[in-house]
């Protein structure tokens, strides 16, 4: 790193660095292409596939009976005749949850973002490792490949749910897909664990150390504040998922009883003695909780930057939004049990649990109200980016308030594994940080391309998108309030449950018209990658520092030297300015007070 | 239905077309030049900022069709146990709480959106901070939760404190891919010792009961689960293979059954199934879903294949956590009747001491 330090400027960049098409394009160690290999390997590539998943088992919920000739086209065997297996369903829900809350959530968004921005928006001219950052999205590649792989296997893939808790992802007995795929399955999140931390290291590593002359910690940009965070929660957090993983592999290969006890199945009694099923779910959700906010962080300062700059005003409550970041963060840590409220677990933990929850309503609402208060006497730029971010404070209340009632242990009791939870989760955190990234492309495909994207077809893809979001999920209350547990291959053998069942064919012809929209974006992404209208050098009038960087991208980011930081990000249609943004390697004026 | 969705994706494919056709013709004009031809003007600004109302509208209305054909929160009242009724009153109280936030937050956000969307030529207000609106819209919602938090915690430990006081009966609810057995302890109250590792099949030991611990003798084991109006059961949950869920939703109960531990789940029934099925919001509930049965039925007698029968309701117990490929049929139902009731059925029932098969 301390090659680019010294970095001469009269020099021409060029020459220092030869390099080939695998050292520039496959085995890169430039950040920037290591966020577009996390781009298109975790979003595009995971996202297409997670996506048609939930396609396929929405339209086996709204039509269980009838043959249908695209699972037979997409499922093969798994859909003889048409009409789908019920194992394959719930491998569909498992393999729907992982792909979408790690691939393309958690490494497709922070990958994508985290490696673009932070060097560029601290004025930086790499990660502090760039060959770090090189494994880092390797090894993420070849979890994809795996668990890609593993929904080919002959019994079928991993089928437990995304929580795959034990003994049902433990024991080959108990279903097909625990079997060769739930193993590819563990083997494949481990790599994935490992790639998640080298980056997350790296992510922390270079905020603290790499920031240009003045970019003191309070004017960093709140992206840059919302990525530390969540590297820090995943470098707590993701650990402990790995150890649960490496026990479970030992419970299922080398014949201990970490998680398992007392199990009889298909006539014969197992020798498990002693593990206990809950001490599984305690691990898994104590990351499985802070991953919900790895998921949402990013998207949350993702928002704040687009609101703000396209707003044309400063985002309100700069460090009460820092604040409200580090108090989510520190909260997280703590809430997980209220999944397991009725696990077993001793009541007196569930009140806790509650406790600890409901507190998080509090630094959410302050950041709700503050990206409402910026809006506010704003000169409002609706370019696609801003849709989507203001798409996603709309997403993250109405499924956020949801969470009240969930984060309730007494109502839980009623509502747990309902649809209610499906509906909550998917609009707070699937929708939210799908916005969140859709906003981030957007935003920075000028960045990342050097082109732009096409804008009208950005607003055609949001409001058709948000409206399916909503068509979809809002129902989906009411049919949890109902009762209807989640995961349920067909409903058919409960009567009860008769009345709902239209309601299920209008979610899911909301589904399939918000999935396939998706198209659009696609291909105005891939059409603009190529053909698309050249960038100007600050599309958007954006302060932070990445717009004064090379968009041709070079080697180091900037020709010349690094610029120097002299205010906050969030100087726009400041009085005394004519412009109304004022960068932050603009030199303050005599007199001139910081925010 | 197929048509259907044929047709829907074909309207897509050829949307898409219309738009690659659309935008190829505008980047044929000029892909090196620079310009702002993609940053949103003041003319997207408009047609946005109008569409912003539109969809506060559009949130409204989705909200209010939800609540008009959905609402009558069958898990929101009518609940079949004495604490069902402190769950839904809680469940109202977040409700209407949360309706409201929901539609001031949202009508703010999308309003402004709306109303300062941009033009050239103005300027927004350069206002960054203000420590009173912070300090108000972090003690408001801290006061509003403090309330809801206390709220929650008492209702919770009223319902998960098992009062041995009232001397409950003990039932067993054991769980097993893909069905559910209950178990009555007998007169004695107590159920008897089991593991898995004394399942006994040929001896139709099913649950694995300790033969000769004397409180399993007068146990009874059976596949409906019949409770008398009033009592109060404490439920013991176990599981021989996987995790499962015992989810009774009319009773506003749920317990996770874990093999390996034994977890418990105490309630007192109080409407009986003959009551419910009279209430006026259960009888317009089962006329609708006989009318689409028989609807259902009319198809399905077309296709050659036999009618659905009429629909009468009953309390169910599901299972309500993924246990394999049949879980989404895991069911029991469940009879609450009167004490009378309960004891002729009860006594009709095999003990377990007479319910094994003799050893060869």
């Known amino acids: ?595 | 239905m197929n048509t259907f969705l044929t047709i829907l994706i074909l309207l897509f494919i050829v949307i898409a077309i219309w738009q690659i056709v659309k935008i190829y013709d505008l980047t044929q004009v000029s892909t090196v030049v620079i310009d702002n031809s993609e940053i949103a003007n003041d003319e997207d600004n408009r047609i946005n900022g109008n569409l912003m109302l539109g969809f506060l509208v559009f949130i409204y209305v989705i909200t209010i069709v939800c609540f008009i054909r959905y609402g009558d929160f069958p898990l929101m009242s009518n609940a079949a146990s004495e604490h069902g009724s402190k769950i839904d009153n809680l469940m109202m109280v977040s409700m209407v709480l949360i309706f409201i936030v929901q539609t001031v937050t949202q009508f703010f956000l999308y309003y402004f959106a709306y109303k300062y969307k941009g033009q050239k030529g103005n300027k927004a207000l350069f206002y960054s901070d203000n420590h009173k609106l912070e300090f108000l819209w972090t003690i408001i919602p801290a006061i509003v939760l403090t309330v809801l938090i206390t709220y929650g915690l008492v209702t919770w430990s009223e319902i998960m404190n098992v009062d041995q006081d009232e001397d409950p009966m003990v039932i067993e609810l054991y769980a097993q891919q893909f069905n559910w057995k209950a178990r009555y302890s007998g007169e004695d109250n107590a159920l008897g010792k089991s593991n898995v590792r004394l399942i006994d099949i040929d001896r139709a030991n099913i649950l694995g009961l300790d033969e000769f611990d004397p409180n399993a003798q007068d146990d009874v084991i059976t596949t409906e689960l019949h409770l008398p109006v009033g009592k109060p059961v404490l439920f013991k949950m176990r599981s021989q293979d996987v995790l499962h869920s015992a989810y009774m939703p009319h009773f506003r109960a749920q317990m996770n059954c874990v093999p390996g531990m034994i977890t418990q789940f105490g309630f007192t029934p109080s409407v009986t199934t003959i009551d419910m099925r009279k209430t006026p919001k259960m009888v317009e509930k089962i006329l609708n879903i006989n009318n689409i049965r028989v609807e259902k039925s009319k198809d399905l007698q077309e296709k050659g294949e036999e009618a659905l029968d009429p629909y009468e309701f009953d309390y169910l117990l599901l299972c309500n956590k993924i246990c394999g490929k049949s879980h989404y049929n895991m069911q029991m139902k469940i009879i609450v009747e009167t004490q009378e009731e309960f004891d002729n059925w009860i006594n009709q029932q095999t003990k377990f001491e007479n319910s094994l098969i003799a050893q060869k």
């Not at chain 1, 043959?67 to 789908?84: C, H, Q, R, S, T």
């Not at chain 1, 105005?524 to 599309?539: A, D, L, R, T």
């Open chain 1, 1 to 595: 790193m301390s090659e680019y330090i010294e970095f001469d400027p009269t020099e021409d960049h060029g020459h220092h660095h030869k390099e080939t098409f695998i050292t520039k394009y496959i085995f890169s160690q430039d950040h920037k292409m290591i966020a577009k290999q996390y781009l298109i390997t975790g979003v595009l590539f995971m996202g297409v596939i997670g996506i048609l998943m939930s396609l396929l088992m929405r339209l086996q919920i709204a039509w269980p009976e009838e043959p249908n000739i695209i699972f037979e086209f997409f499922l093969g065997k798994w859909a003889p005749d048409g009409v789908m297996d019920a194992d394959i369903y719930l491998a569909l829900v498992t393999m729907h949850g992982t792909i979408m809350v790690f691939f393309v959530l958690t490494a497709g968004l922070s990958g994508t973002f985290s490696n673009l921005l932070i060097p560029l928006q601290l004025g930086a001219r790499d990660m502090a490792s760039g060959f770090l950052n090189m494994i880092s999205f390797w090894l993420f590649f070849l979890s994809t490949v795996i668990m890609v792989a593993s929904i080919f296997v002959e019994a079928g893939p991993a089928a437990a749910g995304w929580t795959i808790y034990p003994p049902l992802s433990a024991v080959e007995l108990a279903q097909g897909g625990s079997g060769l795929g739930m193993t590819l399955w563990l083997v494949s999140m481990g790599i994935f664990i490992a790639s998640s931390l080298m980056g997350s290291l790296n992510y922390i590593v270079t905020v603290i150390n790499l920031r240009t002359k003045g970019m003191k910690l309070t004017r960093m940009p709140l992206t840059i504040w919302a990525f530390f965070v969540t590297a820090i929660i995943g470098v707590i957090s993701f650990p402990v998922l790995l150890s649960a993983a490496l026990l479970l592999i030992m419970d299922r290969s080398f014949g201990t009883s970490f998680f398992l006890s007392d199990i009889f199945i298909q006539g014969e009694v197992l020798h498990y003695q002693g593990g206990s099923p809950v001490l599984f779910e305690h691990l898994f959700w104590f990351l499985g909780h802070p991953e919900v906010y790895i998921v949402l962080l990013p998207a949350l300062g993702i928002a704040s930057e687009v609101i703000s700059t396209n707003s044309r005003k400063p985002i309100f409550g700069y460090k009460a939004m820092i604040l409200s970041i580090l108090a989510i963060a520190f909260l997280s840590t703590i809430v997980w049990g209220h999944h397991m409220f009725i696990s077993g677990m001793n009541p007196f933990l569930g009140s806790v649990f509650t406790f600890t929850t409901l507190l998080i309503a509090i630094p959410s609402a302050v950041k709700a109200f503050n990206y409402i208060t910026t809006l506010w006497k704003g000169n409002i730029q609706f370019n696609p980016a801003m849709l989507f971010s203001i798409g996603f404070v709309s997403t993250f209340i109405t499924g956020g308030l949801t969470g009240i009632i969930l984060g309730d242990s007494a109502l839980d009791i009623n509502l747990h594994d309902t649809y209610f939870v499906v509906a909550h989760f998917h609009l707070v955190m699937g929708i939210s940080a799908l916005y969140g990234l859709f906003s981030g492309v957007y935003h920075w495909f000028p960045m990342l391309f050097n082109r732009m994207l096409n804008k009208n077809l950005g607003y055609v893809h949001f409001w058709v998108t948000a409206i399916c979001a909503y068509g979809v999920f809002f129902p989906m209350h009411f049919i949890g309030m109902a009762g209807l547990p989640r995961r349920y291959y067909t409903n058919s053998n409960f009567p009860l449950f008769d009345d709902l069942a239209d309601t299920n064919k209008i979610i899911t012809g909301f589904a399939i018209v918000g999935g396939l929209i998706q198209i659009v974006f696609l291909y105005n992404f891939i059409y603009s990658m190529f053909y698309g209208k050249k960038s100007p050098q600050n599309p958007w009038k954006s302060n932070t520092l990445e717009w004064t960087a090379s968009m041709k991208h070079i080697h180091g980011n900037w020709q010349g030297q690094i610029p120097e930081v002299y205010r906050w990000p969030y100087d726009y249609s400041k009085p005394g300015y004519d412009e109304d943004f004022v960068p932050q390697n603009i030199p303050m004026k005599k007199g001139e007070i910081e925010y």
